[in-house]
């Protein structure tokens, strides 16, 4: 079971990705958690990442790709599953996530999209800020997080409705709702990933929506 997570922050991605992970028995890669490794370790990378974090802000796309890959990698070596917690955030990464996907033969199965409104993440959020101490987890950052997912992680979310492949779940309920949710819709799943052979289920080639998919000049042909 290969599965990605696209959640506003808040909604509930970390909880209900490690939930997942511990049922189907694969890795969780969650691309907040390496970033804040890299800053709690105080690498170089961590230096560099840290004012993005701060400010609420993505991170440059690159830098996130090659933890991912790596990931992916190992996950390819440890059985073929994972669950992929916070990628991808814009169209480019989208389209970067599925070419490592093509390249390595581990394309997402599901995606899973957590839906609640601002006001509940918000709520949630400064409830954790109490708790946790993130540095981001303050009203502004908060606020800045949250118009980001609206402008650019969300409208990826149509791509993969397009493609078949996604589950929209209401995550305003209690932890323990969602969670069940989520693993009776996967677990339904589960007979068709295991029986239907990936080809047959590549119905769309993502790279074919160009610039639409956050192609470059140099990875695909401009129509202008
Ligand atoms: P949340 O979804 O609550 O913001 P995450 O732990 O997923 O929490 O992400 C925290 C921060 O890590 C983001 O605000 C961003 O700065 C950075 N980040 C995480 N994933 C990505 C990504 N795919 N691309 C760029 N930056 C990212």
Redesign the pocket.
Known sequence: MRVLMI????AG??TQGALIAGHFDIPHI????L??DHVARRTALGQDIQK??DR??????Q??LDMVREGVVAAKAAGGGFVL??????MQ?ARALYLIGRELEMTADVVLHLLADDGELMRR?LARAALEHRS?DTTDIIAQ?LA??HEVTSPIVSWYRDRGILVSVDAMRSADEVGREILTALEAMRPLLDHVPAHARLSIDLTSLGDAFGATDSTAGKTD
């Open positions: 959640a506003p922050p808040g991605k970390g969650a691309t907040g958690e970033l804040r993005y974090l609420g802000e993505l991170v440059p796309d830098v996130v917690d916070g990628i991808p955030r814009n990464q959020l981001d997080r980001l997912y």
